[in-house]
């Protein structure tokens, strides 16, 4: 009896091609599923909360980028928007001893500058490269979370960063979910020893906000560690950590340029009241105001709650670096929070400590078994984050 031949079949064997690009395109899709669920969720409560409460600030023009008339989109730019919205129009000026646009550092307004001349809008450029910014950070911690941590860990942490009170900046005309992906790049390349790129990626955050020289502390103290402990050996590709403060140096040569004065950034935070003072010294104050209850008054509850940030994420780097967390991680969230203590001045502690990613690492890993203490941390911070969204785009808040 003769064996008949196998069947014959069209199907083609699967394109080893596309399922490569179907790989590494899935990540950035479940990355954008997850921008799209935690962010539509909190644009949905401020699109139906605008008409509800009424406005508790003064709106000024240069925060009405879209005209009258339009108070959602508006609602993105508040505050120091109005300082990035100057820098898009007109570049940087300068004034001794007067507030300046050279506080502020040039990639976030630059690019929505470029691209903005592509799409009409450099505001609308600012939003997306926010939006965009937002799902690259997500990205990149759960590839860092891939290398360190069980996946329950990494979605957890992703989502208590997603809620957190501050976490609305995300999604503003402020450069926090452009450095915040940009930092979590370049932690995850550094990680996996691609020096020069992570470096690159560095001095492009050190160009974004000044905490991208936390993050250049932090990757060399891991680096410098583990060579003193001789538990990897010197090379020279080491060296490209070295990119990330020729990002300072890169934003000076813009202000010597524009301004005349590669050291204006720093010498106008003395109109913020930025100056040199031991970490202790604004938490002492903060928390005086507590005495008999908690302070009345938005300014002065907001700064114990701003000193209350400031401990607890030094108490979550202390705390990582009890459980022997990689030097880069622990010592990111540390240096992260004590460079702006050292100012006297607590404002802005909550922006501060949102792009500070490690430490939702460490707050995951301690909720995991503890369902009751997740609840009161993801609900409490949901709970702050409504507030303070509504009251951001409602101009009553300079946090």
Not at 171 to 176: D, G, M
Not at 269 to 287: D, F, K, N, Q, S
Not at 292 to 299: L, T
């Amino acid at each position: 009896m003769s064996s008949s031949p196998p069947p014959t079949t069209s199907e083609s064997p699967p394109d080893a091609g596309a399922t490569g690009v179907r790989a590494a395109l899935d990540p950035w899709l479940r990355a954008a599923l997850t921008f799209v669920v935690f962010r539509g969720a909190l644009l949905a409560f401020d699109y139906v909360g605008l008409s509800l409460v009424p406005r508790l600030g003064t709106c000024r023009p240069q925060w009405e980028v879209f005209g009258p008339g339009h108070d959602f989109w508006n609602g993105f730019f508040r505050w120091d928007s109005g300082w990035y919205r100057n820098i898009v129009l007109n570049g940087y000026t300068y004034k001794a001893e007067h507030a300046s646009s050279v506080a502020f550092y040039p990639l976030f307004p630059y690019l929505s500058r470029w691209l903005g001349a592509v799409i009409g809008s450099p505001f609308a450029a600012g939003l997306l490269i926010s939006g965009a910014s937002t799902i690259a950070a997500i990205h990149y911690m759960r590839r860092i979370g891939e290398l360190l941590f069980p996946r329950e860990t990494t979605e957890r942490a992703v989502a208590l960063l997603l809620v957190f009170p501050t976490s609305f900046f995300l999604s503003a005309f402020y450069t926090e979910a452009l450095f915040l992906a940009l930092a979590a790049a370049s932690t995850y390349l550094f990680l996996r020893e691609r020096y020069v790129v992570s470096g690159l990626l560095g001095g492009l955050s050190m160009l974004t906000r000044s905490s991208g020289m936390a993050l250049f502390l932090a990757l060399a103290a891991d680096l410098v560690l583990r060579l003193l402990q001789r538990k990897m050996r010197f090379r020279w590709t080491m060296l490209g950590l070295l990119l990330v403060p020729a990002g300072l140096g890169a934003f000076m040569w813009i202000l010597k340029v524009q301004v005349g004065d590669p050291f204006a950034f720093a010498k106008v935070m003395t109109y913020w009241g930025r100056e040199r003072a031991w970490p202790w010294v604004p938490l002492i104050a903060a928390l005086g105001k507590l005495d008999a209850g908690f302070p009345e008054g938005f300014e002065a509850a907001q700064s114990v709650i701003d000193a209350a940030f400031g401990l607890g994420f030094l108490g979550m780097g202390a705390a990582m670096v009890h459980r022997r967390y990689p030097v880069a991680l622990s010592a990111l969230v540390l240096v992260g929070v004590l460079i702006p203590l050292s100012t006297a001045n607590l404002t802005s502690m909550g922006r501060y400590v949102l792009v500070l990613f490690p430490a939702f690492y460490w707050l995951a890993d301690v909720t995991t078994k503890r369902p009751t203490l997740e609840r009161i941390v993801f609900f409490g911070s949901a709970f702050f984050l409504a507030i303070y969204s509504l009251r951001f785009m409602r101009c009553g808040w300079a946090g």
